[in-house]
């Protein structure tokens, strides 16, 4: 059992205010001061500047962000504390999707469990740790993982940023079990994932209620899956009876797990696949004139940094306007950005620049964000990071843009 330090972190007077809304993050300049001995990853306790309780943290001096709040039903046992809140949040996940065993069980602080995310595949947990204090717990989320959930395989596929953010060495482990694939899938497409040579985690669960929406949009109509990683738009598009369904990415292994997953699925809707830098594609088809009814743009974050947002946002306007260049009257732009620094304003401006220099007409038929698998604190902005539009291309005249604005 892990036991609570008798540090007391005192906060600047009215700092707790954040807090008590439901902020789970304080940063090191709203620390007045730390009453006793604390190590980076012990749990603390937090009090205001008049002495009252706010709660428990796990602490990193070294950190920017200094205690990160645990949920108010910590009770000084954190193997109880593991164990409740991803029951809580399993609880959550099979409500939402009772069909299906692989999700996002753990998102981080939107469940409790700050700087720990874990993805599910089937009996396979696959962790990221970003907080100091769960990397020194580690030992106790594996063993509440394996008893009490059943786990075959633990490891972890973390994103250096993070971990360098929070001080935390730069390396994986496997913990339990080993390494290797699984089939997996979203409640109606099955997936190949491949551990050892995937992004992230291995799947990126956050689309799944937006690749079903799609379906809405596709049948009998031709699709681009641009940016295609596995290939879960364009699956999703032939389930749903495209006429056609393209997929294009610039890592070969991600068009071969495309074109795998399709064979996987049995579908027989005619599909070209290509390994190709997106930018220069949709060039390539405009000056060839080949056009879509449907184009999906699913881009990896354009930014990390505050510092890159401008290079990001013009990123962005200029992937959207090619693409609308491509769509054919009455077609849909199906587009994304999982930038956290892109705010959904910052998102719609470019869109609405993406548009004027494509000479289109759009309308905004619908706009969501993370799936249900992603939850929300909505005291927390750093919790919400996943925009999704689908714009109606009304019409245009695309092919009458100046040469300076189709290259800038």
Known sequence: MTTTKTAKLILKKFEERRLLQGHLWVFSNEVERLRGEADNGDIIEVYDSANQMVGHALYNKNSLIAARMLGK?????????????LADAMALREEMYPRR??????????????????????DTYVLQVYSYGMQKNIDTIVEVLKTEFEAENIFTLNDTYFRV?????????????????????????????????????????????????????????????????????????AYAGASEVTFVDISQTEVDNAKYNFELNGFSTPAE???????GFLRRCKKEGKKFDVVVIDPPAFTK?????????????????LAMMIIKDNGYLVTSSCSHHIKRSDFADALKLSAMKARRTVQLVHQSGAAMDHPQLPA??????????VFRIVGGASQQVDEDDADD
């Open 73 to 85: 039903h910590y009770n000084g046992d954190f193997y109880e504390y593991i164990f409740r809140s």
């Open 101 to 122: 065993k692989s999700f996002r069980l753990s998102f981080s602080e939107s469940d409790f469990l700050p700087g720990l995310i874990i993805d599910k595949y089937n």
């Open 165 to 237: 953010l929070e001080g935390l060495e730069v390396k994986d482990d496997v913990y339990l079990g080993s390494i290797g694939e699984e089939v997996i899938d979203d409640g109606s497409i099955r997936y190949k994932v491949k551990f050892d040579t995937a992004q992230k985690t291995g799947f990126y669960f956050d689309q799944c209620d937006n690749r079903e929406f799609i379906e809405k949009l596709v049948p009998a109509k031709s699709v681009l899956d641009a940016f295609c990683n596995s290939g879960g738009f364009g699956l999703h598009a």
């Open 273 to 279: 696949y290509f390994r190709f830098d997106v930018f």
């Open 305 to 321: 940094s505050k510092k890159t947002v401008d290079v990001a946002i013009k990123g962005y306007t200029k992937i959207n306007k």
């Open 380 to 389: 927390m902005d750093e919790t919400t990071y996943l925009k999704f539009a």
